[in-house]
T-cell receptor
Framework: GQNIDQPTEMTATEGAIVQINCTYQTSGFNGLFWYQQHAGEAPTFLSYNVLDGLEEKGRFSSFLSRSKGYSYLLLKELQMKDSASYLCAVRPARGKLIFGTGTRLQVFP | EAGVTQFPSHSVIEKGQTVTLRCDPISGHDNLYWYRRVMGKEIKFLLHFVKESKQDESGMPNNRFLAERTGGTYSTLKVQPAELEDSGVYFC?????????????FGPGTRLLVL
């Protein structure tokens, strides 16, 4: 079967760094995506990994290890506006995404 | 550039009624996807169009759901007759067919409540 696991909730303090982990078991692998979703809004694309290693994009970075079926999203210099759900999604082949249940991050002052 | 739009934003209907959801993808995106999130669960794939053709409809729950994309532009998803378990948020996403990583861009969703 297809399975993606990520923590349900996390909390952090403004200005801090937080790492959101994602492990996956899928029938194939053609890329891993991270999306941010504020309540009641559309999921918005944050990052994409298809090769092992770290992809950095401003305050956000994403890491992938295909052999371990593992990814993480790293958020630095946290801001209050980063409070949102973070969705890990794997594309097993061309086409559809398989999502985890999402990690709800709360940033406190 | 306009993003993916969905209509309506909310719909409340009674069991047994019919509802039609609409999605307008980003202009030029030939890939169009429908997903659904039931409360407390993950977002799940329903089906995938490439232009007007159904590429993958493996996620459609049953034959009460009918998706169309006539002309390869906007798409509709009709639920007839609606059941209580159809309640949830229906998302549409679109992506390019050629080039790039084919990121899927999502609409804000339609919140469907079946009473």
């Amino acid at each position: 079967g297809q399975n993606i696991d990520q923590p349900t909730e996390m909390t952090a303090t403004e200005g801090a760094i937080v790492q959101i982990n994602c492990t996956y078991q899928t029938s194939g692998f053609n890329g891993l995506f991270w999306y941010q979703q504020h309540a009641g809004e559309a999921p918005t694309f944050l990052s994409y990994n298809v090769l092992d290693g770290l992809e950095e994009k401003g305050r956000f970075s994403s890491f992938l290890s295909r052999s371990k079926g593992y990814s993480y999203l790293l958020l630095k210099e946290l801001q209050m506006k980063d409070s949102a759900s973070y969705l890990c999604a794997v594309r097993p082949a061309r086409g559809k995404l398989i999502f985890g249940t999402g990690t709800r991050l709360q940033v406190f002052p | 550039e306009a993003g993916v739009t969905q209509f309506p934003s909310h719909s409340v209907i009674e069991k047994g009624q019919t509802v039609t959801l609409r999605c307008d993808p980003i202009s030029g995106h030939d890939n169009l996807y429908w997903y659904r999130r039931v409360m407390g669960k993950e977002i799940k794939f329903l089906l995938h169009f490439v232009k007007e053709s159904k590429q993958d409809e493996s996620g459609m729950p049953n034959n009460r759901f009918l998706a169309e994309r006539t002309g390869g532009t906007y798409s509709t998803l009709k639920v007839q007759p609606a059941e209580l378990e159809d309640s949830g948020v229906y998302f549409c996403a679109s992506s390019q067919v050629q080039g790039g990583i084919k990121t899927q861009y999502f609409g804000p969703g339609t919140r469907l409540l079946v009473l």
